[in-house]
């Protein structure tokens, strides 16, 4: 398995560009979440679902749409970056439930100038 | 959104000693998470905690979960250098809401 998956690692945009962040994972889990890590923040949760075809609001919105469309993909689209969204992206899945451990992708690097 | 408070925020330990770090929330949470990330990876898990009182250890680590199910606790003994990175708790509400602390990032002097 190759677990979670993201893509690109790296990107720099400039202001009002659009752009997806693509996940993807073999586990056939139902949850999966995106979240941003900002320096002295910790991991704040933007956009997560609970299976294809349904998706709900996080911590921090704003900025973001997604879509579960399969259960393997999860994009996270920044529709008009900004530097504000200059962060550390992850995305999470796991198999739902309250003792269902979370499994990291190893991250993507966004810049917004 | 919930608030977590991790401490320290950093510590310089040498090779050997033991750590002890901790998380508070202002609100009860169902589940206590502790992570660890590697520079330029995903966080891992380490412990998981689903019960107030709850004492669990996975080799070196001890976690517990606080009685007022509002913190959490995580203790590495004999730190060896591999121990490097950042430490993070989580707070798990319901379903898939769960909520980081700040981190704690461990440096270990060999």
């Known amino acids: 398995n190759a677990g979670v998956t993201q893509t690109p690692k790296f990107q720099v945009l400039k202001t009002g560009q659009s752009m997806t962040l693509q996940c993807a994972q073999d586990?056939?889990?139902?949850?999966m979440s995106w979240y941003r890590q900002d320096p002295g923040m910790g991991l704040r949760l933007i956009h997560y679902s609970v299976g294809a075809g349904i998706t709900d609001q996080g911590e921090v919105p704003n900025g973001y749409n997604v879509s579960r469309s399969t259960t393997e993909d999860f994009p996270l689209r920044l529709l008009s970056a900004a530097p504000s969204q200059t962060s550390v992206y992850f995305c999470?899945?796991?198999?739902?439930?309250?003792?269902?451990?979370?499994?990291f992708g190893p991250g993507t690097r966004l810049l917004v100038l | 959104g919930q608030q977590l408070n991790q401490s320290p925020q950093s510590m310089f330990i040498q090779e050997g000693e033991d750590v002890s770090m901790n998380c508070t929330s202002s609100s009860i949470f169902n589940t206590w998470l502790w992570y660890k990330q590697d520079p330029g990876e995903g966080p891992v898990l380490l412990i998981a905690l689903y019960k107030a009182g709850e004492l669990t250890s996975n080799g070196r680590l001890t976690a517990q979960f606080g009685i007022t199910r509002k913190d959490s606790f995580l203790n590495i003994s004999a730190s060896i250098p591999s121990d490097v990175g950042i430490y993070f708790c989580?707070?798990?509400?319901?379903?898939?809401?769960?909520?980081f602390g700040t981190g704690t990032s461990l440096t270990v002097i060999p």
């Open positions: 989580a707070g798990q509400l319901s379903g898939n809401q769960f909520y």
């Open positions: 586990m056939n889990h139902e949850y």
């Open positions: 999470a899945s796991s198999r739902g439930g309250a003792r269902e451990t979370q499994y």
